[in-house]
């Protein structure tokens, strides 16, 4: 019997700012768990969540931020940092997420890019140590008066804080900040309030930069609510779901698609300050989670520790696999060895919020592993001529478009760049590859910069990809183009291998000989422990082309 997917549901849009929603949930949910960490019994139900933030809000107030000011946070997912994501809508600045990989030209140029006013650090991530990276930066730190400094480096930064309880000089901690707050009233942070609505900016991101530079995309209320809504519609959360977020939430995938799509269902988060496999399982086991968000490696982390069999992974319903490739194979195992029948794939970039289209539970099992299902509600989505901007037949590779609610308010101080990604007639051009069927769902078929040409012809990585992780003994794959004097490019491929695997190039290639066309077939193979990874998990494939020019010079002979 043919498949023929039910019409897609058009709810209509809310009007509401990141406050109002919150407000509105916990009124909804008042004693249901909002925020949970496993490693640190840390609890908060929704009417407490609500009440931090309002705290936190009048505290900032307090400090002198002003509406439209941008605050910038530097962290992992520890307590405070979605307690600031609200308390900074709640009065109107930006909250600005920096990525935890940074280091001190990239935060420098962050800052610098950004005018950002105020910013919130913890001590460091792995080998950063966040605070003597900004005193090296900002000096007149351990000089100058809280809340009055004056950077050369920065000229428009003034308060530096803590999200923490420690205190260090020239800085105010969290406790601090609350104490402030009671110096403004419940009255002062309505009539903040009445000065903004939800159409104005809340969130600022800086795009991974897998090539260029960094650009600052500006997000609304309306554009993270809707979306928010839309994705945990997809996955039919309830105030009975528990999330386990993984992802950083200094990524559209933890600030909108976890946070967002929780909030507006009255769904649990139970956060890992970063990802650990053991930590991850402990918190679905101890908590019951129904769900559980994460990019392609993280899954592959956990099937593929040794400690897997021994959590229990039956309350798992549904979640979400995006932010990179995501291998049939991968989607399957998730599927049968977490009990997540009811997987989704979301797919998107931060420019449209970041959802432009979702797979549904009740979507056919083949639709959820090999797609990422059809726009969401009030987004239109066309697969599109890459040089000509007109829309293709269906079936037919182009690239994804979309036009909608979910579009940025655009690039900070970049009209040119926005210009470049939103064309004169709204539609917000992806750079990836993809194809649209008769019903309107989606698959993609790679990056248009990702695109192998070897001696004219167009190559795409994901085809190979997908054909190679069928190979018994490999756990993850990518391909990307060797340079080659002879035809342009070659096909490389960069394999991770199962524990305890060996295999020798030429298996791989015998593996693929009449099974994939011949100019297909991966010339260049290099057995690697990992990938060039953004933090946010994407795999930087322009890095996987540097390898592969390192390891095969004579390519280039």
């Given amino acids: 019997m043919t498949f023929v997917p039910p019409p897609l549901h058009q709810p209509p849009l809310f009007d509401l700012t990141l406050g109002e929603l919150l407000h509105q949930t916990a009124t909804r949910f008042p004693d249901q768990d909002a925020v949970v960490y496993v490693d640190r019994d840390y609890r908060l139900t929704w009417r407490q969540f609500d009440e931090l933030t309002d705290e936190l809000a009048k505290g900032l107030m307090a400090l002198g931020i002003q509406k439209g000011e941008k605050v910038a ?70 000089t100058m008066q809280r809340g009055a400094v004056k950077s050369e480096t920065f000229p428009h930064l003034k308060r ?52 260029g530079f960094p650009k600052g995309v500006m997000l609304s209320h309306h554009n993270i609510v ?51 496999p053991v930590h991850s399982m402990m918190s679905i086991e101890q908590e019951q989670c129904t769900a ?30 995006a932010g990179a490739v995501c291998p049939i194979q991968t989607m399957r195992q998730v599927t049968e060895k977490m009990y997540m029948k009811e997987i989704t794939s979301v797919y998107g970039l931060t420019e449209s919020s970041p959802g432009m289209t979702q ?49 940025m308010k655009g690039y900070y101080n970049n009209p040119e760049a926005t210009a470049k990604c939103i064309d004169a007639d709204g539609w917000l051009h992806s750079g990836d590859l993809g194809v649209m069927d008769e019903y309107g769902y989606v698959a993609i078929t790679g990056r248009i910069k990702d695109m192998i040409i070897r001696g004219g012809e167009n190559i795409y990585p994901r085809e190979i ?58 010339k260049y193979i290099a057995f690697v422990k990992e990938f060039p990874l953004t933090t946010s998990g994407k795999v930087q494939k322009y890095k996987l082309r540097e390898l592969g020019a390192k390891l095969f010079p004579e390519a280039m002979r």
């Avoid at 405070?80 to 990989?101: D, E």
């Avoid at 994460?294 to 309350?315: N, R, W, Y």
């Avoid at 989505?381 to 037949?393: L, M, N, Q």
């Avoid at 992780?469 to 394999?495: C, H, L, N, W």
Wanted: proline share 4%; aromatic share 12%.
């Fill in 226 to 276: 809707n979306n928010g809504y839309s994705i945990g519609q997809r996955q039919r959360f309830t105030e009975k779901d528990k999330l386990c977020i993984q992802v950083p939430l200094f990524h559209c995938f933890g600030c909108v698609l976890a946070v967002m799509a929780c909030v507006n269902h009255g769904t649990t988060m139970v956060f890992t300050e970063v990802f650990n």
């Fill in 465 to 522: 990809e997908e054909y190679l992780y069928t190979m018994p003994g490999i756990a993850d794959v990518q391909v990307a183009g060797v340079p080659s004097r002879k035809y342009g490019e070659e096909v490389g491929a960069f394999i991770i291998l199962r524990k305890d695997v060996e295999m020798a190039p030429e298996e791989v290639r015998d593996y693929c000989r009449g099974q994939i066309a011949w100019h297909k077939i991966p």
């Fill in 359 to 407: 797979t549904d539970v009740t979507d056919p099992f083949h639709y959820r592993v090999e797609g990422v299902g059809r726009a969401f509600p009030h987004v239109e989505v066309k697969v599109a001529d890459p040089e000509t901007g007109a829309e293709v037949e269906r079936g037919k590779q182009g690239e994804l478009c979309c036009r909608g609610y979910n579009s």
């Fill in 160 to 211: 530096v804080c803590f999200l923490g309880v420690e205190k260090h000089r020239g800085m105010y901690s969290i406790p601090e900040i609350l104490g402030l707050a009671r110096t403004v009233s419940d009255e002062d942070l309505r009539a903040r309030q009445a000065t903004f609505t939800c159409h104005d900016v809340v969130n600022m991101q800086y795009t991974s930069g897998t090539t």
């Fill in 73 to 142: 946070v530097w962290a992992t997912n520890v307590p405070f940092w979605v307690a600031l994501m609200f308390a900074t809508a709640k009065m109107g600045a930006w909250l600005l997420t920096v990525n935890t990989a940074y280091k001190r030209n990239e935060l420098k140029y962050l800052m610098t890019n950004s005018d950002a006013e105020n910013i919130f650090i913890i001590n460091g991530f792995r080998d950063s140590d966040y605070i003597e990276i900004l005193y090296d930066l900002a000096p007149e730190l351990r």
């Fill in 292 to 321: 559980i968000y994460g990019v392609p490696t993280m899954f592959i982390a956990m099937l593929e520790h040794k400690l897997f069999p021994k959590f229990d992974f039956s309350s798992l319903r549904t979640g979400i696999m």
